[in-house]
T-cell receptor
């Protein structure tokens, strides 16, 4: 069974630029999560999808972050414009349903200069 | 609102010694409880989970955890630590919140293993 795929693995951008991350969850998983993990901290949930609907985006900075999950499969997370404090690893995870274990992708390490 | 506390930021143990990592949660009912491990440069991997039933759960790599309702705790244990266990460990809680399953991670405990 293929795992959660993410791309790119690394990205370096200047502040005020935009960036997009892509995630392909495990086939058949209804729930998809995006997390932000700042160095030395635990994963912080940014947004949770159930199929293609959003169930929790309470911690998503909506003035600069956006996410979508078209057709309930792949998802993209966008930051526009980026700030220095957005430097972090962005993790995508999926689960068959909300209460199940999550399977994590390798993450995208974003550096904003 | 639910919350998870991992009071130990960093723990150092000798190889072969026993290990206990603490996790406390705050939630009105019994949530679903998880422990994940993140090795350097790796993604997070599930060690074990508690949904219901037996309060002592076994996981991979020789880890176990005990759910104690009276203490709102879900501590992770291993009787004999191996050098390869050096990693960061995260406790997570999933609980019903407004009709969906809300997940909250703790801040993590970094484990260092010395020879």
């Amino acid at each position: 069974e293929a795992g959660v795929a993410q791309s790119p693995r690394y990205k370096i951008i200047e502040k005020r630029q935009s960036v997009a991350f892509w995630c392909n969850p495990i086939s058949g998983h209804a729930t998809l999560y995006w997390y932000q993990q700042i160095l030395g901290q635990g994963p912080k949930l940014l947004i949770q999808f159930q199929n293609n609907g959003v169930v929790d985006d309470s911690q998503l900075p909506k003035d600069r972050f956006s996410a979508e999950r078209l057709k309930g499969v792949d998802s993209t997370l966008k930051i526009q414009p980026a700030k220095l404090e957005d430097s972090a690893v962005y993790l995508c995870a999926s689960s068959s349903q909300g209460a199940d274990e999550q399977y994590f992708g390798p993450g995208t390490r974003l550096t904003v200069t | 609102a639910q919350s998870v506390t991992q009071p130990d930021i960093h723990i150092t143990v000798s190889e072969g010694a026993s290990l206990e990592l603490r996790c406390n949660y705050s939630y009105g009912a019994t949530p679903y409880l998880f422990w994940y491990v993140q090795s350097p440069g790796q993604g997070l991997q599930l060690l074990l989970k508690y949904f219901s039933g037996d309060t002592l759960v076994q996981g991979i790599k020789g880890f176990e955890a005990e759910f104690k309702r009276s203490q709102s705790s879900f501590n992770l244990r291993k009787p004999s630590v191996h050098w390869s266990d050096a990693a960061e460990y995260f406790c997570a809680v999933v609980a019903n919140s407004g009709g969906y399953q809300k997940v909250t991670f703790g801040t993590g405990t970094k484990l260092q293993v010395i020879p």
